[in-house]
T-cell receptor, first 113, second 119 residues
């Protein structure tokens, strides 16, 4: 079945550091890939997405590129801020229209000033 | 953006009692809502898909008589954990699908979750 594997946390970085959170997937067909972010006390929010190979999703300085050859969708940001502290979830969907999402375990990110 | 609320945010109950969790879409009509369960350090597991006016579709391994889902209106879905036991303690999250929002993935808006502890 479909699955998502993302790096375990927690991850602690200093402000302005470079961030990478790895995500790889297993899926039948051609999935759409997503990164969701959950800030403390809030619901998951869509951060970015990519729907086909080589697409790059970007938002709020975060980027992730859909790599079909390596089945990966790593999240990156060049310079993190304290406000980026949150839990990040990688997810995929192979049911266009059905919108069932398969999530990774989540990575807790803490940015220290 | 679209807002989804859950109530209560946390609940503690005695073993054997039933607990109802509400999920509301506050500023849009949700034809479909999803219920997830999250264990510590694990991913969100889809429990069921709830469609307004019809029976919920449960994922394999989820007891439908244990987890009753009612999607009585376009803005409200409820999850009732019946005869709760300590192993039902978990974090329950709902999401609501806005049919007017375009594209895969960004149609779903998530609630903040409900922490259930069964003593």
């Amino acid at each position: 079945g479909d699955s998502v594997t993302q790096m375990e946390g927690p991850v602690t970085l200093s402000e302005e550091a470079f961030l990478t959170i790895n995500c790889t997937y297993t899926a039948t067909g051609y999935p759409s890939l997503f990164w969701y972010v959950q800030y403390p006390g809030e619901g998951l929010q869509l951060l970015l997405k990519a729907t086909k190979a080589d697409d790059k999703g970007s938002n709020k300085g975060f980027e992730a590129t859909y790599r079909k050859e390596t089945t990966s969708f790593h999240l990156e940001k060049g310079s993190v801020q304290v406000s980026d502290s949150a839990v990040y979830f990688c997810a995929l969907s192979t049911n266009f229209g059905n919108e069932k999402l398969t999530f990774g375990t989540g990575t807790r990110l803490t940015i220290i000033p | 953006g679209a807002v989804v609320s859950q109530h209560p945010s946390w609940v503690i109950c005695k073993s054997g009692t039933s607990v109802k969790i509400e999920c509301r879409s506050l500023d849009f009509q949700a034809t479909t809502m999803f219920w997830y369960r999250q264990f510590p350090k694990q991913s969100l597991m889809l429990m069921a898909t709830s469609n307004e006016g019809s029976k919920a579709t449960y994922e394999q391994g989820v007891e439908k008589d244990k987890f009753l889902i009612n999607h009585a209106s376009l803005t409200l879905s409820t999850l009732t954990v019946t005869s709760a036991h300590p192993e039902d303690s978990s974090f329950y999250i709902c999401s609501a699908r806005d049919p007017l929002a375009g594209g895969p993935g960004n149609e779903q808006f998530f609630g903040p979750g409900t922490r259930l502890t069964v003593l």
